[in-house]
Structure formats: structure tokens, C-alpha cells
């Protein structure tokens, strides 16, 4: 018996549908803009000719030129983040062993998908299951497949998600679209025909799929229960408005987008002179080029006193100073919005020190910290889903350590490791210290190399029993 029949379900699809249409929408574009396919590649942007070429031949050239500040900007933010991912510790030794375990290879790829569809789409979501085996898994879910319904209450909590994407059946070679409502005891499946779509176009199809369910055709029903306690999907927000990272800076895309392919444009249009002749007495254009050409002048004929002949060319204006200014103020507006790390700032970051270098990490610090907050409670989550899986209790402490990869000054984090020596642990040194990876293994490395250095003064200068820490009498 399903937990939810399908007229009811319909009824919640309607109430969404609207809703979630205008958010697909949002993420085309973003998608677009990631993949840089932004819009002055299309035809009706304003800086394209190629509908204008018959009217105004001076204004041949359609260059159109994209940048891809958004993708830097988003890659920048998931480098920062996620190069190293968070690590969790629950106080539990062995848990924290089997949580690693079962976290597995695809963590670090995991974190950094999850950063770039909530960059992108707003929100990022993350699926757990149980395999046939038992075996718990997880797996990042695109986000324009999922429409949330929470809770009411000033604790808005995921009270349900529905699912929708596209499939192909490989035992009846046909394509379905399947609809899926989970809630915290079990899943409710519908699933009905894809018509006219091939298998190549289901990743493109899951991509941007309807809410809308035709019970034209028969609709199959399927329900199973799962032991989670809780809906099987976490929410990774972009930030506390849940906003994506392009809104803020699309205009001065397009701006610049518009400004560069125009100059491009004027470039070549004015590299095609476009000579006007009055009362030339040539036989044809071929005698223009060669007089010219040959003897650097041509013949015109004399028509009186109100003679107008004469050679005169047309040449196009480029007001330089004014578009680099424009493209420079665009750029600049681009980082500050954005808040992203500028790869070429003024001075440069030759010789800046440790705080320089950490003001200049500030935006994209804020940035960064605001989804550090967001994803926080997503990847407890995800742990106790994990420790329930495994039979440990769920209501325990989650500390989690992340770091960040950023450009430090090494010699002069080294330097202050120095002048430390006699204040703070070797232990935590070693942690700060820009050449070491593993801490326990330096501090055993330290122990062996301690060890060799007392051995070789023991044969130059004396005897001595390691084993007994005594001196030998001889």
C-alpha cells in the first residue's frame, strides 16, 4: 500500500509546479553562464550585426566573445574550500575509522560537486540509500530533480522530497519518466512513459525536466520502506539567502561581453576601407586598384566649376579610451561583487606578507564562510546517517576541521614557527609548519633521526645504552 496515493500526489505536484518551473529556468541560465555559453552568443543579444549585415555593410564582422568570470569564480570558492576537505571527529576512535571507511574515494569529488551545484542552483542536495548488500551509499543529486516541502514552524525541517527524472529500462528498451516522494518510513514510485526521447538526451532531459505528470498513459506504482528515521536527502544552501553566485555580477558580464565583441567587431570592419569615387573615368574597379596601386594616384574627370570629383574613404571611429575604462570598472565591479580572489592585483603578490596576502583573501574568505556555515549541519547529518547505519547511537558531538588552500607567505610562517620554539609544542609547529603533510609521521621521523644523531656521538665521544638510557662503564 503506497503512502501516498496518486491523485494526492498530483494535487502537491500542481501546488509546486509553478514554482518550480521558474526555478529550472533560474538554473539554464546559471548552467549556461557555467559552461561558458553566455548570452551574447545568442542572436539576440544587442552587440550582434549578423541580423544587421544587409542593412549596414560598413558593420560586417559578428565576433562574439564570452567570458567566464562566473566559472572562475565558482571554481575559485570550491578550491578554497573543499581541496581539502572537512574532516569530522566524534570523539569515538573506532567510529571515526569505520565513518572514513565508508565515506570512501569519492568524498573529496563529492564536496566539490556539492559546492558547484550550490553555487550554480541555489542549494546542492546530497541522497543516501542502502544498496541490495545493506551497504550504506551516497551520492550527490542534481538539484533542478528535487522539490523540496518543509515543515511549518520557525524550524522550517524536510518534512518530504519528491524526485523527478528520466530513466532508460533495459528490459523493455524503453525510456520512463520517474517520480519519486520519500518521507522519513519510505519511498512512493510513479513511473510512466518518456515519449520521443533518445538515450542520449536523458542526461540532457534530467537536466531541466517538467513537474508535470500525464496520467494519460497507465502509471506504474511502487513503494518500499526504509529504516533512516528521517527524509534520505540533506540540503547543502548556498549561503542564508539562498541565492546562486551569478546574480550579482551578470550585468557587468554583459556588459563586458557586449563592450569586447563590439571592439573586436570595430577592428575588423575598419581594416575594409571603403573607398567612394565621384566621376572616376576608369573602366572598372580592376583600373582603381592598379592606378592606385602602381602609380599612387588616380585619374578623375573634370566636370567644370562645380566639379565634385575626387576619391574619398570612410573609416570607423574607435573610442579606445573610453572602453578600456568601462571594461576595467566592469572587471573590478566583477571581484567586488563576486566576491572573489582578483588573480591580478594592483601591485601584484610578490613579497606580501602573511596579513596582506590574508586582506587580500578577505572577500572570498566571507564568502566562503558563509557556506562553511550552511554546509555545517549538512555533513552531521550525513555523519549520523552514517553512525546509524553502523549501529552506533546518532546523538553524539561532531567537531569538524576545515581548511582552507590558500597562497601564505612560507618564509615568513616559518620564521614565526622558529621564534616559537620555547612557547607552544613541537606537535602544534609541526601542524603550522608549510612543509609538513603528516604531523605523526614527522614527529616519529623526528624520533628517528633524534635516536641516529645520539648513536653517532655515542661512537665518536663516548658509550651509551639506548635500550637503558645509562651510561657503559669501560
Known amino acids: 500500500m503506497p503512502a501516498i496515493e496518486l491523485e494526492q500526489f498530483k494535487k502537491i505536484l500542481e501546488r509546486h509546479k509553478s514554482e518550480h518551473d521558474d526555478y529550472i529556468k533560474e538554473c539554464e541560465v546559471v548552467k549556461r553562464y557555467y559552461e561558458h555559453k553566455n548570452d551574447i552568443l545568442e542572436d539576440s543579444a544587442p552587440a550582434n550585426r549578423n541580423k544587421h549585415k544587409e542593412d549596414n555593410p560598413l558593420r560586417a564582422a559578428d565576433n562574439r566573445i564570452p567570458h567566464d568570470y562566473h566559472a572562475q569564480l565558482v571554481n575559485q570558492k570550491a578550491s578554497y574550500l573543499f581541496t581539502y576537505p572537512p574532516i569530522f571527529d566524534t570523539g569515538n576512535d573506532t567510529l571515526n575509522q569505520q565513518v572514513n571507511e565508508v565515506l570512501g574515494d569519492y568524498y573529496e569529488k563529492y564536496c566539490n560537486v556539492l559546492c558547484t551545484d550550490a553555487s550554480n542552483y541555489k542549494m546542492a542536495w546530497l541522497h543516501v540509500w542502502k544498496s541490495i548488500e545493506g551497504k550504506f551509499q551516497y551520492a550527490p543529486v542534481p538539484p533542478v530533480q528535487i522539490i523540496p516541502i518543509y515543515s511549518s514552524g520557525l524550524i522550517r525541517e524536510l518534512a518530504a522530497a519528491i524526485r523527478i527524472y528520466i530513466e532508460y529500462d533495459i528490459s523493455t528498451d524503453e525510456c520512463y519518466t520517474i517520480y519519486e516522494y520519500w518521507d522519513n518510513v519510505g519511498c512512493t514510485t510513479f513511473r510512466n512513459k518518456k515519449n520521443a526521447i533518445s538515450l542520449n538526451d536523458i542526461e540532457t532531459a534530467n537536466r531541466f525536466i517538467s513537474t508535470y505528470l500525464d496520467t494519460g498513459e497507465s502509471v506504474e506504482c511502487n513503494y518500499y520502506a526504509h529504516d533512516f528515521g528521517d527524509v534520505p536527502f540533506i540540503e547543502f544552501p548556498n549561503n542564508n539567502i539562498k541565492d546562486n553566485d551569478l546574480t550579482k555580477i551578470k550585468p557587468f558580464i554583459d556588459v563586458m561581453d557586449n563592450v569586447v565583441s563590439g571592439y573586436v567587431n570595430d577592428i575588423d570592419d575598419i581594416q575594409q576601407i571603403i573607398w567612394v569615387l565621384t566621376n572616376y573615368s576608369g573602366a572598372d574597379l580592376d583600373d582603381f586598384r592598379n592606378d592606385l596601386k602602381k602609380y599612387k594616384a ?101 567537531t569538524q576541521t576545515w581548511t582552507r588552500n590558500s597562497i601564505k607567505n612560507d618564509k615568513e610562517t616559518a620564521e614565526i614557527a622558529q621564534i616559537s620554539l620555547d612557547t607552544i609544542s613541537r606537535k602544534t609547529l609541526l601542524k603550522n609548519h608549510p612543509w609538513v603533510e603528516d604531523v605523526e609521521e614527522e614527529l616519529k621521523q623526528l624520533e628517528e633521526d633524534t635516536v641516529k644523531k645520539l648513536e653517532y656521538e655515542q661512537k665518536a665521544f663516548g658509550s651509551y645504552d639506548f635500550k637503558r638510557g645509562n651510561d657503559i662503564d669501560v
Open 298 to 398: 588616380v585619374k578623375m574627370e573634370s566636370m567644370g566649376s562645380d566639379d565634385k570629383s575626387g576619391v574619398q574613404t570612410i573609416a570607423i571611429d574607435i573610442p579606445v579610451e573610453a572602453r578600456n575604462k568601462l571594461i576595467e570598472i566592469c572587471r573590478k565591479q566583477i571581484y567586488e561583487q563576486g566576491q572573489g580572489l582578483d588573480p591580478h592585483p594592483e601591485g601584484g603578490y610578490s613579497n606580501s606578507s602573511g596579513e596582506a596576502l590574508k586582506f587580500m583573501y578577505a572577500p572570498l574568505e566571507l564568502k566562503s564562510g558563509l557556506m562553511e556555515i550552511e554546509f555545517k549541519p549538512g555533513f552531521s547529518k550525513l555523519i549520523r546517517f552514517i553512525a546509524k547505519s553502523l549501529g552506533h547511537s546518532e546523538y553524539f558531538p561532531i
